[in-house]
């Protein structure tokens, strides 16, 4: 979806623009990171996502001159125009100019590692933040959530059609955020089309509605469509929408068709789609699947099939598109380091906080994946891309420096990858594939020890410190808080 998206962004990222312009700070340059802090949904990953849009972001970035006037008409509360006329006449010809190195969309993530590391002017890096946190934050929450439903749903495909409820356009890339998790299909057409993945979907209660009788119906429906047929059967009374059902499962099944499925869309789900297996089985329509829907999550799911509920498919909506009983991953994008040109040497900053969870991470940071023999995963190690990994390869839990953990001997590779030099997109179109990130989500969850992926109080995956950087990071928080080592 093309957008000019160089105003989408706080007015405070355009002072601070002007203020390095106005303080000859242009050229300065710095390094920033887009991390998470705590893992959403209570739960124990989550599944980086937004990737697309970012590049789409990256690609485009220009001020127009309507943007221009825009600007240029903003006043200051006490007086006069918000921006200087030659700030604007700069912006008029700026470019980006940052290198981006991220993961990979459908990447299995964690808690504290950055998904993405912005470096380079610290303009270029200040204006993107707002927006690629707007875009990596919301898909990478759904995402997370679709990937929590479909694992719960096993082999039993998902389709998300939640676009109805979704907050606005928001809905067209949480649909395709959902694929990425997991979801077989989407009913969001415009999804469908801009993204190349699966759509599919039935009909709803007014088709039914619309005729004097349901039986007509849904004759009227496997007419017009023998080879998609799947009939709403909740509109009046579940019973006896699946008898009519049944008397149009076997007349296409006389003409040598197939009906291919029953949906019902609310009551008890449970005991409904029993008895309509039941029925379905004894009239020989043991082909026939049941599709579930109404406000589906992954809690309701596993309750339904804990029941031993027989169901074929899932359609999961509003739950899934809004991330109903979670608004917001709280992913931040934080500077960790700056320069005053390409070629000298990094000086660190850490930003201190009396909650441990938000003292930020000094240096240039990347992530090792470290594996078993068996292929799953060990432990992510962070580090600082310009210093030798300590040779123990012991990572420090970023909350509590009491817990370590040793990764040395086992493979590893690393997450970051090239996404952008000096403002240009390094990544061909094929890495930014929904089909192809939904089986890089599906390989990293497969990845996952059992107990990190279940749905309560799971077991925490290793993510920590490289033991040089804790130790980097330690001496720099206690030069910032006045405390004097003991050389005694």
Not at 211 to 224: G, H, I, N, W
Not at 373 to 382: K, S, T, V, W
């Amino acid at each position: 979806m093309k957008a000019d998206y160089e105003l989408l962004t706080d007015l405070y990222q355009l002072t601070m623009a002007q203020g390095y312009w106005a303080t000859d700070k242009i050229d300065s340059y710095a390094c920033f990171h887009m991390y998470f802090r705590d893992y959403p949904f209570k739960g124990g990953y989550a599944i980086a996502c937004g990737l697309a849009q970012l590049a789409e972001i990256v690609d485009s970035f220009h001020f127009s001159e309507t943007d221009l006037l825009y600007l240029s008409r903003l006043r200051a509360p006490g007086g006069g125009p918000m921006f200087d006329e030659k700030f604007l006449a700069f912006l008029r010809g700026f470019r980006l100019k940052c290198d981006i190195d991220a993961v990979s969309e459908g990447t299995v993530v964690f808690p504290h590692e950055p998904l993405v590391r912005v470096s380079g002017p610290i303009l270029s890096c200040q204006l993107l933040e707002t927006a690629l946190l707007n875009c990596v934050n919301f898909q990478t929450l759904i995402a997370t959530k679709a990937a929590r439903v479909c694992l719960v749903a096993g082999d039993a495909p998902v389709a998300e059609f939640g676009l109805r409820r979704a907050q606005g356009l928001g809905g067209v890339w949480a649909s395709r955020a959902a694929i990425i998790g997991g979801c077989a299909s989407t009913s969001n057409v415009l999804a469908g089309k801009l993204y190349n993945v699966p759509v599919s979907g039935t009909h709803a209660h007014s088709w039914v509605m619309s005729f004097e009788s349901e039986l007509e119906a849904f004759r009227a429906y496997a007419r017009v469509f023998p080879n998609n047929c799947v009939l709403l059967v909740d509109t009046y009374d579940v019973e006896q929408g699946v008898k009519n059902a049944i008397t149009v499962g076997l007349e296409m099944k006389a003409r040598g068709q197939r009906l291919a499925g029953i949906r019902i869309d609310s009551g008890d789900l449970s005991w409904l789609a029993k008895m309509a297996r039941r029925m379905l089985d004894e009239a020989g329509l043991a082909d026939c699947g049941i599709v579930l829907s109404n406000d589906l999550d992954e809690y309701t799911i596993k309750s339904i099939l804990d029941e031993g509920t027989p169901v074929t498919s899932w359609g999961v909506g509003t739950r899934l598109a809004t991330s109903y009983e979670q608004p917001s991953l709280g992913g931040v994008y934080k500077i960790s380091a700056v320069r005053k040109s390409p070629d000298a040497d990094w000086s660190y900053r850490v930003k201190l906080s009396e909650t441990a969870a938000k003292t930020t991470m000094p240096g240039v940071l990347d992530v090792r994946r470290y594996q078993f023999e068996d292929g799953r995963l060990a432990g992510d190690m962070i580090f600082d891309i310009d210093y030798p990994v300590n040779k123990r390869e012991v990572i420090v839990d970023p909350l509590d420096e009491m817990r370590q953990k040793r990764l040395s001997g086992l493979t590893y590779h690393t997450l970051l990858h090239p996404f952008a030099r000096d403002g240009k997109l390094v990544l061909p179109p094929v890495d930014f594939d929904a089909m192809a990130a939904r089986t890089r989500a599906l390989r990293g969850l497969d990845s996952l020890d059992e107990t990190q992926k279940r749905m309560l109080n799971p077991h925490t995956y290793p993510v920590g410190f490289e033991y040089g950087l804790f130790e980097r990071r330690r001496d720099l928080i206690a030069q910032l808080r006045g405390i004097v080592k003991d050389t005694a």
